[in-house]
């Protein structure tokens, strides 16, 4: 597994108050990173397109265009990983930019030290993948490890990078049951133990992807109080 210093890692903080850009700043850099600061929405797309950062710290609540709108913009064209910072007691916005393609997020006031804890975990879910295995198949499913592609029929659905880690993590153990600690521990790290809701919407999504009806799911299946389990066939059962 090929790891990089912190030190090469170029980080975009998107924040319009002050306070919070600098003391972001400060920590990053303590830490070794680089910083790119941004103060709106409009500049932080340019930046992220010019500039290309490794990882992306983003405001949700930002004047003008705001942090859903930005979140969206990127997803449309790049996978760079995308940690949002959200307002306390507002899982509603948490959900919704997690549905926009963010990778995780950090409810704010946040301690320093957790905001680079989540940092870390993403830089190291995005770019020290283990690339020694093959690349799984389950049913109908393919994966295209070049280009985060999942091959569904004639179908080429894009992945984000945290969507790429969990589908492959459910085909390397196509149709046996996952545990939700398993799955945290694999996709998002050992120290995301219990957080049953990043679970909740990545599944949500992958549904929406391999499913007929993403209402009614016949491949990736709840169960119930233990976790999840992809099946090659609807249900699992033998294709007549
Ligand atoms: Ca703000």
Redesign the pocket.
């Known amino acids: 597994m090929a790891t990089r210093p912190d030190m090469e890692y170029q980080i975009l903080v998107v924040?319009?108050?002050p306070k919070?850009l600098r003391l972001i700043t400060v920590y990053l850099k303590l830490s070794g990173y680089r910083v790119l600061q941004s103060h709106d929405g409009w500049d932080a797309l340019q930046q992220v397109f010019t500039e290309e950062p490794h990882l992306v710290v983003l405001?949700?609540?930002?004047?003008g265009m705001d942090?859903f709108e930005v979140c969206r913009r990127i997803r449309k064209t790049g996978n760079v990983p995308i940690l949002v910072?959200t307002a306390l007691n507002t899982d509603q916005d948490m959900i919704q930019a997690l549905d926009l393609g963010a990778d995780d997020y950090v409810v704010k006031p946040f301690s320093p030290e957790a905001l680079l804890a989540r940092i870390r975990a993403l830089l190291r879910r995005t770019y020290e993948s283990v690339v020694e295995q093959p690349m799984p198949d389950c049913g109908r499913l393919r994966l295209d490890e070049e280009y985060h592609n999942l091959l569904l029929e004639d179908r080429t659905i894009h992945l984000t990078p945290t969507e790429w880690k969990l589908l492959r993590e459910f085909m390397r153990h196509c149709g046996k049951v996952l545990t939700h600690d398993h799955l945290l521990a694999a996709v998002w790290g050992p120290e995301y133990q219990g957080d049953h809701e990043y679970l909740r919407v990545y599944v949500r999504k992958l549904r929406s992807y391999i499913e007929p009806n993403p209402r009614l799911p016949v491949y990736l299946l709840t169960q119930a109080g233990i976790g999840y389990v992809l099946y090659p066939s609807p249900h699992g059962l033998p294709r007549s």
Request: proline share 9%; hydrophobic share 25%; aromatic share 10%.
């Open positions: 924040e319009d108050e919070y405001d949700l609540r930002l004047p942090g910072l």
